[in-house]
Nanobody, 123 residues
């Protein structure tokens, strides 16, 4: 059984920062990449960022490029999303996900999902 556990969400004022963590576990857990997605109320889930475990290659959505940074700790099987200069439009439930075969940019590329963590950015 693969588990992805997100943490680090919360309420922050616009311009502030938060760091999300995603810890992966499971006896047979192996993936090529880990991604972050988010879903705002009334909206579809959207891609935020992804990183490869081995090469460290990263991709970002245009909306977060330059403000968010994805990183990893292979020894801890943990991926992070450092979010700076937060805006009210960043308010959403943030999900981490594991892609067994690549660095997907869409939901369908990912095989395992966490339960999500709420991020709320006030004016």
């Amino acid at each position: 059984q693969v588990q992805l556990i997100e943490s680090g969400g919360g309420l922050v004022q616009a311009g502030g920062s938060l760091r999300l963590s995603c810890a992966a576990s499971g006896r047979t857990f192996r993936s090529y990449g880990m991604g972050w997605f988010r879903q705002a109320p009334g909206s579809e889930r959207e891609f935020v960022s992804t990183i490869a475990w081995t090469t460290g290659t990263t991709y970002y959505a245009d909306s977060v490029e330059g403000r968010f940074t994805i990183s990893k700790d292979n020894a801890k099987n943990t991926v992070y999303l450092q979010m700076n200069s937060l805006k009210p439009e960043d308010t959403a439930v943030y999900y981490c996900a594991a892609d067994r075969y690549g660095l997907g940019l869409t939901e369908g590329d990912y095989d395992y999902w966490g339960q999500g963590t709420q991020v709320t950015v006030s004016e």
